[in-house]
């Protein structure tokens, strides 16, 4: 992105976000397309106007060339310099045209760029949230969206107008035989265009559904290679991506059979036109007449051959408005729930200066459920705690432990109110780092993982490093703190990660929440992937640290030489109600097993007292103590973490295989092979020809037709027209049906060869290349081969 212009003030989300969320919050029940209007409406009617330019240009051309061809078919000395004058502002209205045209795709990609910043906010879970962004939101940025609002609406139902009016005076009552077969189109139009849309959700659906799969393989690729599982994500990869082909099939044929409808139209609608002029109306037909009115036909079939075009944007358009606008609608965690009435809690009137997290008789579950139960909603949905009452004094440091699956992580994302509360109140004063099990690293230097948009504060920064144990591995590495981390950390070890970036509760994280200073810090079982050296020197450097002691930690680990520390205030121990309550996490004292593993026994202080039936006070001092020395001066000799040197992470972004200039021989080539049956290629080539020629033949038989005076060459040449007409309409069919087989066998060829390499690519590959590149090449960059590149193809090759 560095090599882009900077965005406009004006477009910039920091201006237009805000908008949208007061538009948002203050008009809920206006659709999503309301609330674009009201942001962006400025560039939208400026479009407009340049476009109603562009359009009195466009019509003036047919009226300017007619006159030409008045002028130079009499012979008198006015009538030509009349000639040269209408020829000179037939030139002038195409500059016009021209002009005002691109002037409007300026403005109306600005629009687009305008409208993503409110619609790429959205976001769902994993193949949902790439799917949203990648087409969805995308799409409606697509600046063909937008000229297609003003191009092929208004502007074409002007122009069709204008052409309608004009040939009706040229050729009289025998122009209503175009529009009557134009007419004729209408229903054909509403049929396929909610069959295209029907096509069209099921298409992006199953485009989902293959994206989450590639998503769940890439996040889960070291046990896939583990275990031998290639063969298992890359049959269920096929099977997902033929699901996906025959709806993107069946919507393709749909488009195919209305593009076929309107291109017949165009064709027969001035072939039957002409034949009710000079046999019916019995007209002259002269060369001024006929090619004036072709150059009508011409400039009405603009808009009309666009519209099959327009109609797939605007319903796949409209597809992803109500996806996004789904999304935009679906329920919120509800705030309301997560606030205690004032004296619910404490008696005291400052008890938020001396409690950090205050839980009373709170009741929750994963599902949401609404605040006011009347006991009906909880049938058949066990809670995961059920009137848990407990304050955690600030300062205080407490372990959780307990088994595998009892809550204690649940516990954790309670305190940051990311659990379904159906009753009761989770009141946290002060600000939270939540250190979650998976590290989240940013594509970024170390440095900026972990400031995180902090100012500098080089003591504190250096503080950090050597309390997280990371100030030996950047003095390895030759650019520091300067080396590209790489996405979610793949230039990193496990290890690394996890002293790196641990989250808060928007995602922040161990390295980054202690530079972030924060109140409160939420710790999920960052320690169980270090080793045993790093382990201790982070909990006792760091976490037992008195530069934090002002902290309130909440540490999730079963490892004992922690629980049983010295520094640890409070102990809570996690196991399942399953004797009362089914599916239930209690919270009890810690049993004596805990302690074994140091020959040690629990015991709990007299003033230890709980403040609710579910909250344990651990002991504060015991007799028995693990030997942690904390006094040493420096950082003990900690061997690498993998038995081998390891390999300094790179300095420079990994290379995205971006290319410039001419498009390379050797990737139309990969296309073209990709097609599949050479004879298919070969006979869609013959088509493409054989189209053309009747095309050049068909303008030179309506010449003929104009030319000859005898009845019968005019007969012989109106046959001849009408022949080729008939022809190149079924040649322009079958082309066009073999250019969609051809284009699906393509892309299910080279989806197939991705598929295949990516499956069977080494660990090195994955541990260097980006999951977000990896994505874009398997889900937009197959997009482009599904819909992109097979239009661009077909207008190039029409052209």
């Known amino acids: 992105m560095k090599d882009l212009p900077p965005v406009h003030s004006a477009d910039a989300t920091a201006t237009l976000l805000p908008a949208f969320r007061a538009r948002w919050v203050e008009f809920p029940s206006h659709s999503l397309l309301r609330h674009l209007h009201a942001v962006c409406w400025h560039s939208f009617y400026h479009a407009a106007a340049l476009m109603m330019v562009a359009t009195a240009a466009g019509v003036a051309n047919p009226l300017l060339l007619h006159a030409l061809l008045q002028a130079l078919t009499a012979s008198s000395a006015i009538a030509t310099t009349q000639a040269a004058g209408l020829a000179a502002l037939w030139c002038g209205a195409l500059v016009v045209n021209c002009v005002f045209v691109h002037r409007f795709w300026a403005v109306a990609v600005r629009c687009a760029l305008r409208l993503s910043a409110s619609a790429r906010q959205s976001a769902y879970s994993a193949g949902r949230i790439h799917s949203l962004i990648a087409m969805d939101a995308a799409r409606l940025c697509d600046n063909y969206v937008v000229c297609s609002i003003h191009w092929d609406t208004w502007s074409a139902m002007v122009t069709l107008a204008v052409c309608g009016y004009f040939l009706f005076d040229l050729l009289s009552y025998a122009a209503l035989v175009w529009l009557g077969t134009i007419g004729l189109y209408a229903p054909f139009a509403l049929y396929f265009g909610n069959r295209i849309q029907r096509h069209s959700a099921v298409h992006q659906q199953c485009r989902d559904d293959r994206t989450t799969i590639f998503t769940q393989m890439l996040r889960g690729v070291l046990t896939v290679k583990a275990n031998a599982y290639e063969s298992w994500c890359e049959a269920r990869l096929g099977h997902a991506r033929r699901l996906e082909l025959t709806a993107l099939k069946w919507k393709a044929m749909h488009i195919t059979c209305n593009k076929s409808l309107v291109l017949v139209a165009d064709i027969f609608a001035p072939m039957l036109t002409f034949l009710v002029f000079v046999h019916v109306q019995h007209g002259h037909l002269d060369a001024t007449t006929a090619f004036s009115a072709l150059a009508w036909f011409n400039t009405a079939a603009s808009p009309l051959l666009r519209l099959p075009y327009v109609l797939v944007t605007l319903v796949d358009a409209m597809v992803s408005l109500r996806r996004l606008e789904a999304f935009f609608r679906a329920d919120e965690r509800p705030r309301s729930a997560l606030l205690p009435p004032p004296g619910a809690l404490s008696s005291a009137t400052n008890a938020h200066l001396y409690h950090a997290i205050e839980i009373k008789d709170v009741t929750c ?435």
């Open 365 to 799: 579950r994963w599902t949401e459920v609404p605040l006011a139960t009347d006991g009906d909603d909880s049938k058949g949905r066990p809670d995961l705690f059920a009137g848990l009452t407990m304050v955690v004094p600030k300062g205080q440091f407490v372990v959780c432990c307990g088994p595998v699956g009892c809550g204690k992580s649940s516990f954790l994302e309670l305190c940051i109110h990311m659990l379904a509360v159906s009753s009761g109140s989770v009141a946290v004063h002060g600000t939270v780092a939540y250190c979650a099990q998976t590290p989240w690293i940013q594509n970024t230097t170390v440095r900026d993982n972990i400031l995180f948009g902090q100012p500098m504060d080089r003591m504190w920064y250096k503080m950090t490093l050597y309390m997280c144990a990371l100030d030996e591995d950047l003095a390895r590495w030759p650019s520091g703190d300067a080396t590209i981390a790489g996405d979610q950390g793949c230039a990193l070890s496990g290890g690394q990660k996890h002293r790196i970036a641990l989250g808060t509760s928007e995602s922040m994280s161990l390295a980054r929440a202690i530079y972030a200073r924060r109140d409160i810090l939420l710790l999920d079982d960052v320690l169980a992937s270090l080793d045993t050296h790093v382990g201790h020197h982070i909990f006792t450097r760091c976490l037992c640290s008195p530069a934090l002691a002002y902290m309130t930690k909440i540490l999730v680990t079963n490892q004992p030489a922690f629980v049983s520390h010295a520094a640890v205030d409070r102990v809570l121990y996690f196991d399942r109600a399953e004797a009362t309550n089914p599916g239930e996490f209690s919270i009890q004292p810690p049993p004596p097993s805990v302690f074994k593993a140091q020959g040690i026994v629990a015991t709990t202080s007299a003033d230890a007292t709980p403040a609710g039936p579910s909250a344990v006070k651990g002991p504060r001092g015991r007799t028995t103590l693990p030997s942690l020395d904390v006094q040493e001066a420096s950082p003990p000799e900690r061997p690498d973490e993998n038995s081998k040197t390891p390999v300094p992470p790179s300095t420079e972004p990994a290379d995205q295989l971006l290319r410039q200039g001419a498009l390379d021989r050797r990737v139309i080539a990969l296309y073209l092979k990709a097609l599949g049956s050479k004879c298919a290629v070969a006979a869609y080539a013959v088509l493409l020809v054989v189209e053309h020629s009747l095309v050049l033949g068909g303008a030179y038989c309506l010449s003929q037709w104009c030319s000859h005076d005898s009845s019968r060459a005019s007969s012989f040449a109106q046959l001849l027209f009408i022949s080729l007409g008939i022809a190149q309409a079924c040649t322009s069919v079958v082309r066009k049906i073999l250019f969609v087989v051809l284009s699906l066998a393509s892309s299910a060829s080279l989806h197939h060869t991705l598929v295949h390499a990516l499956v069977h690519a080494s660990m090195r590959f994955f541990d260097t290349t980006s999951l977000g590149v990896i994505l874009n090449r398997c889900v937009k960059d197959i997009a482009a081969l599904d819909e992109d590149i097979p239009y661009a193809v077909t207008k190039f090759l029409s052209n």
